[in-house]
């Protein structure tokens, strides 16, 4: 409404000729410049108020404040022509149509929208009045708008005019299509001013953190393409520049493949793991260098590997007997001098080993026992030329073998594995039979072996063709030298050894063919002997103990009453601790009889 209007219509307090003297000032105001009353008659009304602002009324102290009668007047004082002049005019328009503009004195307005109507703030673009225009959200200053009763606010249709609630503020809506701004809701709707639409975004989720699932807000999926800076590798996301968690030399490299791994050149892949050009292996002694291989150490120049540890070069042996000499060898120490270094320890010429028959002769071998001529060393026993064997069997023959007994022209059984035997003299299924052989075994004819269709297994030791659990049950002894072995100390503790047949066999002996405890045979160590165990075999439903052996020290058999099963097992297998290794015990042939 118009602020001059609202100025005509304040109450006049006189509306005649007739003076009342409770009027302000006691005098009407000047109207037209004629005089009414006593009243001086009207003058400019400069002072730079709107034109036809009226009437200015009469007051008698000049210069002091005075009652212009007029609530928009500001500041007003009685001038010299005894009229009352106002400072100035509160000005309440507010330029809507919907809106009462009133002064309320002390420069406050009154600004009411009409009834079913409400002044609402938008942002400065938004449409027309009660429309929504097409950038009804583009950004910039507020201002102030008529709306009509039910009109919805152009930048969030969740908010209406309702004066019946508010008239200058928007009133949440409930009803009516929105947008909540995510693809993956449908059915948009307005409730209590709040957009809320139906989620179905796992519908369209692939569970990969690095692909974007996308919606088209109908209910329809848009696919699941991958981040830019993610790569997605055998169904595993890695962010852009991240290296292969399994340490292998490749990366996340988004400008080479998002679906592969990039390999990280200049770089060595050694036992799975990633290394960086100049890394060192564990004994310093090499290190990754990509120009010589990518797979494997390269070993550093003047230096020595020896017994896993790194030596350089001039660096001595600690007998003293030997140098590191990178030229001559960078694996193991270079004699100096007239010494032998054998297993690791120094020997000064002459230097006998423990069994006598061998010497160090830094003019034969600089690294191992020079043997003494003329003499045997049999089972780490040394004999002279011509010894008997103890048994009377054989003798010590250099000539034939330095080594092992020779068998006596006049002997009338059998050496075997060095061991004498009589005529007829048995084991397991095999016999001494001179006229066949003196120095070997011969297969008794009918013999009832059943270890042959057992499976065999054990606890755990030796594997693969050469020293599987198979070769217990091959038929071959101690000819062909393969063998297995357990792990094992030498007490007895929880290894075994065991043969399942696929049906009921009786059983009533067993014989082990294993390694002499004081000697190596067939490449392994000494004191690898099978000592014992606890012989088993099982009831049907549980393991039932036979017997126990012990303190055994090279082949052994060992008998027991007959008795019906599909399972047999040594239990508590254990080493021999009368010398050498003391561990792992050796095992060529593990034979099963009936009787």
């Known amino acids: 409404m118009n602020a001059p209007l609202a100025r005509v219509l304040l109450p006049l307090c006189a509306m005649s000729l007739v003076l009342i003297t409770a009027c302000a000032e006691d005098r009407e105001p000047v109207l037209d410049g004629s005089v009414v009353a006593d009243g001086p008659p009207a003058v400019d009304r400069g002072g730079g108020l709107p034109d036809g602002y009226g009437p200015l009324w009469p007051c008698t102290a000049v210069g002091q404040a005075c009652n212009a009668h007029d609530p928009c007047a500001i500041n007003p004082t009685c001038g010299p022509d005894k009229l009352c002049h106002p400072a100035s005019v509160q000005d309440c328009g507010d330029s809507l149509s919907c809106t009462t503009d009133t002064c309320k004195g002390m420069g406050m307005c009154e600004n009411l929208p009409a009834s079913g109507s409400c002044a609402l703030p938008v942002k ?58 995510s693809t993956c809701t449908k059915d948009d709707y307005c409730q209590g001013g709040v957009c809320k639409g139906t989620y179905y975004g796992s519908q369209c989720a692939d569970n990969f953190g690095c692909t974007d699932d996308l919606c088209d807000g109908k209910g329809g999926c848009l696919g699941n393409p991958l981040k830019s800076d993610w790569c997605l590798i055998n169904g595993v996301c890695h962010a852009d520049k991240a290296n292969d968690p399994a340490g292998t030399c490749n990366t996340c490299d988004v400008t080479q493949s998002q679906s592969a791994w990039t390999p990280i050149t200049n770089t060595c892949t050694i036992g799975g793991k990633c290394y960086k050009p100049g890394d060192k292996d564990p004994t310093g002694c090499s290190e990754c260098d990509p120009s010589s291989s990518t797979t494997s150490w390269t070993p550093l120049s003047g230096l020595c590997l020896i017994g896993g540890k790194c030596y350089t070069s001039g660096a001595s042996h600690s007998g003293g007997c030997a140098t590191c000499a990178p030229a001559t060898s960078s694996t193991s120490w270079t004699v100096t001098g007239s010494y032998c270094l054998i297993a690791d320890v120094c020997h000064s010429p002459k230097d006998k080993d423990s069994t006598g028959c061998a010497e160090c002769d830094p003019g034969a071998d600089k690294y191992g026992w020079t043997p003494l001529t003329g003499m045997c060393q049999i089972k780490g026993t040394c004999y002279a030329s011509g010894a008997t064997h103890p048994a009377g069997c054989g003798e010590c023959k250099p000539a034939t073998s330095a080594t092992h007994w020779t068998l006596l022209g006049s002997a009338t059984g059998c050496l075997i594995d060095d061991a004498c035997y009589a005529s007829g003299a048995t084991l397991g299924c095999y016999t001494c039979a001179p006229s066949t052989s003196q120095t070997a075994w011969t297969q008794i004819t009918g013999c009832n072996q059943v270890e042959g269709l057992a499976t065999a297994s054990s606890s755990g030791g030796g594997a693969s063709t050469t020293h599987g659990p198979t070769l217990m049950n091959d038929g071959k002894l101690q000819a062909d030298c393969l063998f297995h072995w357990v792990s094992a100390g030498s007490t007895p503790g929880t290894a075994w050894i065991q043969y399942d047949w696929p049906g009921a066999v009786v059983v009533g002996s067993i014989s082990f063919d294993t390694t002499p405890a004081a000697t190596a045979a067939c490449s392994s160590s000494s004191g690898r002997s099978l000592a014992g165990g606890t012989l088993q075999h099982w009831n049907g439903a549980s393991w039932v103990d036979i017997g126990t052996i012990s303190g055994k020290t090279d082949d052994w058999s060992y008998s027991f009453t007959q008795i019906t099963t599909t399972k047999l097992r040594l239990y508590g297998v254990h080493a021999t601790d009368t010398a050498g290794q003391m561990s792992n015990p050796v095992i060529f042939e593990w034979q099963v009889f009936g009787k």
């Open 124 to 181: 400065a673009g938004a449409g027309a009045d009660g429309g929504v225009g097409a950038d009804a959200g583009a950004a910039g200053p507020t201002e102030i708008r008529c709306f009509s009763k039910g009109d919805r606010d152009p930048a969030d249709p969740c908010r209406v005019c309702d004066p019946d609630q508010n008239a200058t503020k928007w009133s949440p809506a409930s009803g009516g299509a929105c947008d909540d701004n």
